[in-house]
């Protein structure tokens, strides 16, 4: 903008030193008065009529106008020449100034052109990967106590040679008599049980969300309940091979924690064989977060005819390394082809923080899926008609376990929330 106003000012000079002078500006007046006094066609039409016998002063009126206006038109194309050589000497000295700048851009471009293509060689270009802008949130009374709530509580079990305890929250106004969905979450590497609800009879945020959610009918009644990863409270992640622990933990949980579980309370499960919890997975969810967001990913993969839901939150799977994604991906897709369902049998909605340091962990598992099995998984943005799994993100959050409500919240309503 600079060099064009220095550019103006310049003309500006230019116009004024070739403005006509004094005499040359009477005469232009005369005319003027004529212009206005006449039509110009009218004028043009004179002009090209009039007598020799008109006045001198009048004729020489005349041949100075018309000599004025040579000289003006002169001027002008002159001025035009010099205009355009200034303009054109500017831009030279513009383009000189800017040279180096555009030869900086054009190294910048060719360089982010060879990274672009770089990337290119290596992985895809992938869209965008979030489907919403923004994680939805509760309303902040929410998180206050609510009425008809009923107490947590636990529940014991065995599986092989150890027992643990299983922290179980029901819905107001609970009812033998109903059927309800229900959850099953796996808090993070150094939690327990009592991750998300305590100890019974505690009142956390998650339990009163959860109750004003289901009193203002804003998802189905369902059950939550919160398990250890662990086999007991004495073994910490690191001091049992991780595959040994999940295998423990599939077993336990299909052997031990369903049975036990909704033998006890009212589910969508006739029985408790494997024919009854299968034809009852619609209802039921398995949530976690940061490691129990990874155990999500896997249970997907090991116990698919269990599960309909998945909700793995701040998390990569355990193969989440960039070179193990086709691993990941291949082994999932294989385990998932053992099965007799099909893509629109199960539906993952996971949820992680722009902040989180797990994100870029979590970004692998999403495009390995999204971009090499784009028949198995439908990205979708939270309509299960439409695909089969969608990824919210929470903008600002780091890896925080207090994100767990906003996400619970969010994915509950994409999966159980009361349609109008």
């Not at 230019?14 to 009218?42: G, L, M, R, Y």
């Not at 009374?141 to 529940?155: C, G, K, Q, R, V």
């Not at 179980?168 to 939690?191: A, F, H, M, Q």
């Not at 064989?273 to 129990?292: N, Q, V």
Request: glycine share 4%.
């Amino acid at each position: 903008m600079s060099d064009k106003n220095d550019s103006m000012v310049e003309l500006s000079k230019e116009i004024s030193a070739d403005a006509p002078t004094e005499e040359e500006n009477a005469a232009d007046s005369s005319v003027e008065e004529t212009e206005n006094s006449e039509d110009v066609s009218e004028e043009v039409s004179t002009n090209k009529s009039s007598s020799e016998d008109e006045e001198n002063s009048d004729e020489e009126s005349d041949n100075e106008d018309e000599e004025s206006s040579d000289e003006e038109e002169s001027n002008e194309e002159e001025s035009d020449n010099d205009e355009s050589e200034e303009e054109s000497n500017e831009e030279d000295s513009d383009d000189e100034e800017s040279n180096d700048e555009e030869s900086d851009d054009e190294n910048d471009e060719e360089e982010s052109s060879d990274e672009e293509s770089d990337d290119e060689d290596d992985e895809p270009e992938y869209m965008d990967r979030t489907f919403s802008e923004y994680m939805l949130s509760a309303d902040e009374e929410y998180y206050e106590p609510a009425e008809n709530s009923l107490s947590t509580e636990y529940i014991t079990y065995t599986h092989n040679d150890h027992t643990k305890d299983a922290v179980v929250y029901l819905p107001p106004e609970y009812d033998e008599t109903k059927k309800y969905n229900i959850v099953y979450i796996v808090g993070g590497v150094s939690t327990n049980e009592t991750a998300y609800f305590g100890e019974p009879g505690s009142n956390r945020r998650i339990k009163n969300m959860l109750d004003h959610m289901i009193l203002n009918g804003d998802i189905e009644p369902c059950i939550f309940v919160n398990l250890s990863f662990y086999p007991s409270h004495e073994i910490k992640f690191g001091d049992i091979d991780t595959d040994v622990l999940l295998d423990e933990f599939n077993d336990e949980l299909r052997e031990a924690v369903i049975p036990a579980v909704e033998s006890t309370y009212s589910t969508y499960a006739k029985d408790t064989t494997y024919e009854g919890i299968k034809a009852s997975r619609e209802h039921r969810a398995f949530a976690g977060f940061s490691l129990g967001g990874a155990v999500a990913w896997h249970i997907l993969g090991e116990d698919v005819d269990y599960f309909a839901r998945f909700i793995p939150m701040s998390a990569g799977c355990f193969n989440d390394d960039r070179d193990d994604q086709t691993y990941f991906g291949e082994d999932l897709i294989e385990k998932l082809s053992d099965s007799d369902l099909d893509r629109y049998d199960f539906f993952v909605y996971a949820c992680e923080g722009t902040e989180d340091h797990t994100k870029d962990k979590m970004d692998h598992v999403i495009d390995c899926l999204r971009y090499y099995y784009t028949y198995t998984f439908q990205f979708t943005e939270n309509d299960m008609s439409e695909g089969n799994i969608t990824y919210k993100l929470k903008y600002g959050a780091k890896h925080d376990a207090e994100n767990v409500l906003d996400f619970v919240y969010s994915a509950l309503i994409a999966i159980w929330g009361r349609r109008s």
